[in-house]
């Protein structure tokens, strides 16, 4: 007897709702199992997650999506990185970039031998080691091409889009492959007397739709992991103090950036993503150190164009929930937790949750060792993220507003802490639990905003220096002419996929 479930219902849209709807819609192909999507117009969607990490690229394969339609669609532009001004300190400028510096050599990871040479003064910046730092200041761009051996056959990358015209996309894509959107607002949650289960949800005109696995993707509300489950929210304010965002598109006065721009502010940090139509930018604050007036004073001061709609504001307490899934009830997006856009992970979470609930799906039964499973997952991966974050806070030498004083002298989790401690002994670093972000992005953040070890891995001083400096001068000289020989971000879409209509 089969054990397969028969409907789910996806409460909520936006970019969760949709790429869920998308994506289950996929995988479960001719299936007998329904899928519902209930949406209201009247409530709006939170649209903070228009810059991406190259994670992406694998959801578009799941959904055989065309990459170029894909970004002419949404008006979508490439990213090689994250750049990060004035976070150590005021006038400092670092690229977070996706991809690798350099190549391990004998084992050994390649920065060690980089911070032996930068000790001797024979070397100064690890960005000359990565093809993303090279050419993203250039405004260069392409696509990873099949030269054997060349730093152009190994760039990672991702995308600026805008998000509503993402949910759009997504929404036609689900609705080709059956999926059914029911427009209403919800106002009841029916639940088993005894299980607890959810059995229907109740729209404001009476019509109820009944489902076996709810996905509950409302955003911040958490209709019905919180209200109807109960599930608690952890908050990690103290870590992250930003509570509040103010976000506003604007003209765009030049070619489009291939990366995505954070810039500390008095009291948080300010976006701009350069999409083909127009920037998008904000400024994530903490109403606990200014005024929104002086916010949005802040904020429109330094945008690079005219205003092209008005200031959408946003109000956010950074954490997670206790359990991502509770009984039948599996929370995705906004309603499983938050953590500020700063390092481009809203939507990765998003997709990350999906992949994860795909690898377990239910049966009818809701076996709850599948349950406790998928919850220990989730719960490591957003705790290390987290810490990643924190990370751009707690490493500052800013005195210049009381902001900045508190993440200095702010207490750490013991994991962050151990990290830090581990690089700046010897510079060794450890990607633990399959975590998100690589060796590469934490010495990219640690070097960018001043943590150096106090050394580095003994193993080098058994490589001869000036072969050593040989081989990466070598490799540094390869990896500028590679960046130069790449067309500039701005032909790459015009040849590729610009947008039909640029407004």
């Given amino acids: ?3 397969a479930l028969r409907s789910i219902v996806i409460v909520g849209g936006g970019t969760a709702g949709w790429m869920t709807a998308a994506a289950l819609s996929k995988v479960l192909g001719q299936s007998d199992c ?3 999507l209930v949406e209201s117009e009247q409530i ?3 649209g903070v997650g228009e810059a991406t990490i190259p994670q992406i690229l694998t959801f578009n394969r799941l959904l055989g999506i065309d990459e170029d339609d894909f970004v002419r669609s949404t008006q979508a532009t ?3 990185g994250i750049r990060f001004d004035d976070w150590a300190r005021v006038g400092d400028s670092y690229l977070h970039p996706f991809g690798v510096f350099g190549v391990p050599i004998e084992a050994i990871p390649f920065h060690h031998y980089f911070l032996k040479l930068r000790g001797l003064g024979r070397l100064e910046r690890i960005d000359e080691f990565s093809l993303a730092c090279m050419a993203a200041p250039q405004g260069r761009f392409t696509r990873p091409l099949d030269i054997p051996n060349s730093p152009l056959a190994q760039i990672a990358y991702a995308f600026q889009f805008d998000a509503s015209l993402y949910a759009r996309f997504l929404r036609r894509y689900a609705e080709a492959r059956r999926v059914q959107r029911i427009e209403g607002r919800i106002t009841h949650v029916h639940q088993h007397a005894e299980s607890g289960f959810v ?3 109740e729209l404001d005109n009476g019509r109820r739709v009944e489902g076996e696995l709810f996905i509950d993707c409302s955003g911040f509300r958490g209709l019905l992991i919180g209200e109807a489950m109960g599930v608690a929210y952890r908050s990690w304010s103290h870590w992250l103090p930003c509570d509040r965002a103010l976000a506003v598109p604007c003209q765009r006065p030049g070619p489009p950036e291939p990366f995505t721009c954070a810039t500390a502010r008095t009291a948080g940090w300010q976006w701009r993503i350069p999409l083909q139509h127009r920037n998008g930018n904000g400024y994530v604050y903490s109403s606990g150190f200014i005024e929104e007036a002086e916010a949005e004073t802040t904020l429109l001061a330094n945008l690079d164009g005219a205003t092209l709609g008005p200031l959408n504001r946003l109000r956010f307490t950074p954490g ?8 039948n009830v599996v929370a995705i997006g906004l309603s499983s937790g938050f953590l500020e856009p700063l390092e481009s992970t809203s939507i990765h979470l998003i997709q990350s949750g999906i992949a994860k609930l795909i690898g377990m799906f239910p049966g009818r039964d809701f076996a709850q060792v599948d349950i406790d499973k998928y919850n220990q997952q989730s719960i490591n991966e957003i705790e290390r993220i987290r810490d990643f974050v924190i990370l751009h806070y707690k490493a500052t030498e800013r005195e210049d507003s009381p902001f900045w004083r508190y993440c200095n002298a702010m207490s750490i989790p013991d994991s962050l802490a ?4 581990l690089f700046r002994a010897n510079g060794r670093l450890y990607r633990e639990h399959d975590e998100l972000f690589s060796e590469t992005s934490w010495l990219a953040v640690m070097l960018g905003q001043r943590i150096v070890p106090d050394a580095y891995h003994p193993l080098v001083d058994g490589y ?10 070598q490799t540094r000289q390869v990896i500028r002419r590679a960046a130069a020989a790449m067309p500039t971000h701005e032909a790459f879409i015009r040849q590729h996929c610009q947008a039909a209509t640029n407004h």
């Fill in 78 to 80: 490439f990213k090689l």
């Fill in 418 to 421: 151990e990290k830090i401690a």
């Fill in 1 to 3: 007897m089969s054990h």
């Fill in 199 to 201: 059995e229907s949800v």
């Fill in 34 to 36: 329904s899928i519902t």
């Fill in 320 to 327: 997670r929930r206790e359990r991502f899934w509770e009984r």
């Fill in 44 to 46: 709006g969607t939170v």
């Fill in 464 to 473: 001869p220096i000036e072969p050593l400096f040989q081989y990466l001068d």
